[in-house]
């Protein structure tokens, strides 16, 4: 089963690597854009048994490694 | 004394601090590859170097945290042991939660590399008391996620129990109230970005890392 983890930094940390991206976007005449946040995707097939078994998997690979809960939140998609 | 150096994969500040370590304090000083699951006997300090272990993947530091070696270490501090992580290895530290916060990217996004004035804010810790009474050192910050953030409540907990150890006069990372160093609330565990083991002899343009390793060898 494919999964697919988005990380971002929390609300309220401060992304800098958002900003600079803003400030280019603003640069290149795009004034509208705010609030840019980068974060990160990982993408990988898990040997889970179903949905639920997969779900709570890859939690659990996310509490102990691929996101900073001091930092970071994750939003976890499945199948 | 007796002290040891951790080396992860891409440490690059390990040779640094046991040379630093052996000079400063005539310390005996071991190398323990990450992947061990037992560390020398005896040991006064662990040392977690700089560098940019698991190439600062994923996070800094979140893959050393996690090195068989680490389940050593966390026992030793639970013994008492004084381990300091310097750099990437404040980042380890925080990483494995041994000390609270995280290390974001720089405000400004840059790479910084200088020699930096810090205010020893606290002077009575096992890393800090060889100062003397001194309110002020110089060692140098080289780091791209040296950025200290941790929430307002946690920051006003470190500050009211003492637990801030060095803070920048002149903060080149955006970190929160310009804290470059904590220590535990045991005090047996200090991290902080700038480099004692750059600035352990006068040649280096600083002598005062030569001071904080001598402090914990005066309290083992």
Same mark, same amino acid.
């Given at each position: 089963? #494919?999964?697919?983890? /988005?990380?971002?930094?929390?609300?309220?940390?401060?992304?800098?690597?958002?900003?600079? %991206?803003?400030?280019?976007? /603003?640069?290149?005449?795009?004034?509208?854009?705010?609030?840019?946040? %980068?974060? $990160?995707?990982?993408?990988?097939?898990? &040997?889970? *048994?179903?949905?639920?078994?997969?779900?709570?998997?890859?939690?659990?690979?996310?509490? #102990? !490694?691929?996101?900073?809960?001091?930092?970071? +939140?994750?939003?976890?998609?499945?199948? | =004394?007796?002290?040891? %150096?951790?080396?992860?994969?891409?440490?690059?500040?390990?040779?640094?601090?046991?040379? *630093?370590?052996?000079?400063?304090?005539?310390? /005996?000083?071991?190398?323990?590859? /990450?992947?061990?699951?037992?560390?020398?006997?005896?040991?006064?300090?662990?040392?977690?170097?700089?560098?940019? &272990?698991?190439?600062?993947?994923?996070?800094?530091?979140?893959?050393?945290?996690?090195?068989?070696?680490? &389940?050593? %270490?966390?026992?030793?501090?639970? $013994?008492?042991?004084?381990?300091?992580?310097?750099?990437?290895?404040?980042?380890? !530290?925080?990483?494995?939660?041994?000390?609270?916060?995280?290390?974001?990217?720089?405000? #400004? !996004?840059?790479?910084?590399?200088?020699?930096?004035?810090? @205010?020893?804010?606290?002077?009575?810790?096992?890393?800090?008391?060889?100062?003397?009474? $001194?309110?002020?050192?110089?060692?140098?910050?080289?780091?791209?996620?040296?950025?200290?953030?941790? @929430?307002?409540?946690?920051?006003?907990?470190?500050?009211?129990?003492?637990?801030?150890?060095?803070?920048?006069?002149?903060?080149?990372?955006?970190? *929160?109230?310009?804290?470059?160093?904590?220590? +535990?609330? #045991?005090?047996?565990?200090?991290?902080? =970005?700038?480099?004692?083991?750059?600035?352990?002899?006068?040649?280096?343009?600083?002598?005062?890392? *030569?001071?904080?390793?001598?402090?914990? !060898?005066? &309290?083992?």
């Amino acid at each position: 089963m #494919k999964a697919t983890v /988005h990380v971002f930094l929390k609300p309220g940390v401060l992304d800098v690597q958002g900003k600079a %991206v803003e400030n280019a976007l /603003h640069g290149l005449g795009w004034g509208g854009v705010k609030d840019v946040r %980068v974060g $990160r995707v990982l993408e990988f097939e898990t &040997s889970a *048994a179903d949905r639920a078994a997969a779900e709570a998997e890859v939690k659990a690979m996310c509490d #102990k !490694l691929l996101a900073n809960p001091v930092i970071e +939140s994750y939003r976890v998609e499945v199948g | =004394m007796k002290a040891a %150096v951790v080396v992860f994969p891409g440490s690059n500040c390990d040779r640094d601090c046991k040379v *630093a370590i052996e000079r400063s304090t005539g310390a /005996h000083v071991d190398m323990v590859w /990450h992947g061990d699951t037992e560390l020398p006997a005896g040991l006064d300090l662990i040392v977690l170097p700089g560098g940019f &272990s698991y190439g600062d993947y994923l996070r800094c530091g979140a893959m050393a945290s996690l090195s068989p070696v680490m &389940s050593e %270490v966390k026992t030793a501090i639970e $013994r008492g042991v004084a381990v300091v992580g310097i750099c990437n290895g404040f980042q380890v !530290l925080c990483e494995a939660g041994l000390l609270p916060g995280a290390l974001l990217r720089n405000e #400004k !996004l840059k790479y910084v590399c200088k020699a930096v004035d810090l @205010d020893i804010v606290n002077g009575q810790t096992r890393f800090t008391a060889g100062f003397q009474g $001194r309110r002020e050192a110089v060692m140098t910050v080289g780091n791209g996620e040296g950025n200290f953030f941790a @929430d307002e409540e946690t920051l006003d907990r470190l500050e009211g129990q003492g637990q801030v150890v060095f803070r920048y006069q002149d903060n080149p990372n955006g970190s *929160a109230r310009a804290i470059a160093g904590i220590v +535990s609330d #045991k005090g047996n565990v200090l991290g902080l =970005m700038p480099h004692p083991d750059r600035a352990f002899e006068a040649d280096l343009g600083s002598a005062d890392g *030569a001071l904080l390793f001598q402090s914990v !060898l005066a &309290s083992a």
